[in-house]
């Protein structure tokens, strides 16, 4: 096992790190207090402020942009849409970009590596036709639009997928897309052009093959934004994250991905890398909040000491290092399996770390709160809402409970266990 980066990817992640340091970093404090001005009534938070606009230009004139591309499907997107050098990368290879990225609110959006267009792009990618990548994918990979995944929804346990009520039901040449989703993020932007919307298309197949995933433009008559939510008190501007009712929303039938019935199979395809994202960027969020937590309990003193000397604060930095680098290597096994066969290859190790990095970085997040007393529950510091990040990670792409599930069931099932 070889979890070391490629040449090209060290010279990128070097190039990331570089590019922050000198142009996001410097910015990023102004960007904040500008969205906490529009929140007050300054102006409008939905609308992106310009400066990401010219974090944007300046990402993709030093070729850091779409850097999510992955090496066996980018292809000509590569050269086209992505870094220099006309090729994606191994998860291994992305790794440490992510995490680079993750010590930003705002970096993978600069660099066109945002959930959810990042694993919507890899759908259409890995599974979209020729028209369906040319009227959508390309323009998301241009930073022309942005897109939503709707696949959550507020009247069932949306944890266990088969139990989905809304309707994708193919009629002649269209399909006819009901119901309700929500926490459907990227809804609030005003560029967000396009759902990825999962339905039941045929409720007498098995329960792998009832669904299907279909494209629907935002501007098809039946849909509708029935409200942005918060997240524990953040609306997350400008992208956000909707409730959004479709009713009687007609659209062709080429615009299901991949051929009915395919939406499990495609959710897998997705969800595999998606999660390694996800982890590394909140490892990324992990280092900063200890980076920060140090610094404090070594410039604050309370009772004629350092804060690093009291009330067992050492050992809390300590356990927050050991923390952080193991779940780094686990996610990095978890790369480097799905780089060498696929989802299927990486089942247990792919739910070990959805489980194990946003618990991890809830706890070291916590920890640099803590330290940092009142003013870590302010917005004068990004732990408030790294926490809610990581928080909100334990739900999102399936909770906790599920993939220990999945775990134990992969692990019982080598003595003999049935499911």
């Given at each position: 096992m070889d979890l070391s980066p490629s040449p090209r990817a060290a010279d990128l992640t070097a190039r990331v790190r570089a590019f922050l340091a000198e142009e996001v970093d410097p910015v990023e404090s102004a960007y904040h207090d500008e969205l906490a001005a529009r929140r007050a009534g300054a102006g409008d938070p939905w609308q992106p402020l310009p400066v990401l606009e010219e974090l944007k230009a300046k990402a993709r004139e030093r070729g850091l942009w779409n850097l999510f591309l992955p090496k066996e499907h980018a292809g000509e997107y590569a050269a086209r849409f992505g870094t220099d050098g006309g090729e994606?990368?191994?998860?291994?290879?992305?790794?440490?970009?992510?995490?680079?990225?993750?010590?930003?609110?705002?970096?993978?959006?600069?660099?066109?590596?945002?959930?959810?267009?990042?694993?919507?792009?890899?759908?259409?990618?890995?599974?979209?036709?020729?028209?369906?990548?040319?009227?959508?994918?390309?323009?998301?990979?241009?930073?022309?639009?942005?897109?939503?995944?709707?696949?959550?929804?507020?009247?069932?346990?949306?944890?266990?997928?088969?139990?989905?009520?809304?309707?994708?039901?193919?009629?002649?040449?269209?399909?006819?897309?009901?119901?309700?989703?929500?926490?459907?993020?990227?809804?609030?932007?005003?560029?967000?052009?396009?759902?990825?919307?999962?339905?039941?298309?045929?409720?007498?197949?098995?329960?792998?093959?009832?669904?299907?995933?279909?494209?629907?433009?935002?501007?098809?008559?039946?849909?509708?934004?029935?409200?942005?939510?918060?997240?524990?008190?953040?609306?997350?501007?400008?992208?956000?994250?909707?409730?959004?009712?479709?009713?009687?929303?007609?659209?062709?039938?080429?615009?299901?991905?991949?051929?009915?019935?395919?939406?499990?199979?495609?959710?897998?395809?997705?969800?595999?890398?998606?999660?390694?994202?996800?982890?590394?960027?909140?490892?990324?969020?992990?280092?900063?909040?200890?980076?920060?937590?140090?610094?404090?309990?070594?410039?604050?003193?309370?009772?004629?000491?350092?804060?690093?000397?009291?009330?067992?604060?050492?050992?809390?930095?300590?356990?927050?290092?050991?923390?952080?680098?193991?779940?780094?290597?686990?996610?990095?096994?978890?790369?480097?399996?799905l780089d060498q066969g696929g989802p299927l290859n990486a089942l247990s190790e792919v739910a070990a770390i959805k489980v194990a990095v946003p618990n991890m970085a809830q706890q070291v997040i916590d920890f640099a709160i803590q330290v940092h007393g009142g003013a870590g529950l302010s917005e004068d510091f990004p732990l408030a809402g790294a926490f809610t990040a990581a928080r909100a990670l334990r739900l999102a792409d399936g909770p906790d409970e599920v993939h220990r599930g999945m775990v134990a069931r992969l692990e019982l099932g080598k003595y003999g266990a049935r499911r």
């Open positions: 994606g990368l191994t998860n291994v290879d992305y790794a440490p970009l992510a995490e680079a990225m993750g010590r930003s609110a705002i970096a993978p959006l600069v660099m066109n590596c945002n959930a959810p267009d990042t694993g919507n792009m890899e759908v259409l990618l890995r599974y979209g036709s020729e028209a369906q990548r040319r009227d959508w994918l390309e323009p998301l990979l241009d930073g022309r639009i942005r897109s939503a995944f709707a696949m959550t929804e507020p009247g069932v346990a949306s944890s266990d997928a088969t139990t989905m009520e809304a309707t994708a039901v193919v009629d002649g040449d269209e399909v006819v897309v009901d119901g309700r989703k929500w926490w459907s993020t990227g809804v609030g932007h005003p560029d967000c052009a396009i759902f990825v919307f999962m339905g039941v298309t045929d409720p007498d197949a098995d329960r792998h093959h009832r669904h299907s995933m279909v494209l629907v433009p935002r501007d098809t008559p039946g849909v509708r934004i029935e409200r942005l939510l918060p997240a524990m008190g953040h609306f997350d501007e400008p992208l956000g994250h909707g409730e959004v009712s479709f009713t009687d929303v007609r659209v062709p039938a080429a615009n299901i991905i991949g051929g009915p019935g395919r939406a499990f199979e495609i959710a897998q395809g997705r969800l595999g890398p998606g999660r390694v994202h996800h982890c590394m960027r909140l490892i990324g969020l992990a280092e900063l909040a200890l980076e920060l937590a140090c610094k404090r309990a070594l410039e604050r003193t309370a009772f004629g000491k350092p804060l690093a000397n009291l009330g067992g604060n050492r050992e809390r930095i300590a356990d927050a290092r050991i923390a952080i680098d193991s779940a780094r290597l686990l996610v990095l096994d978890a790369a480097w399996k």
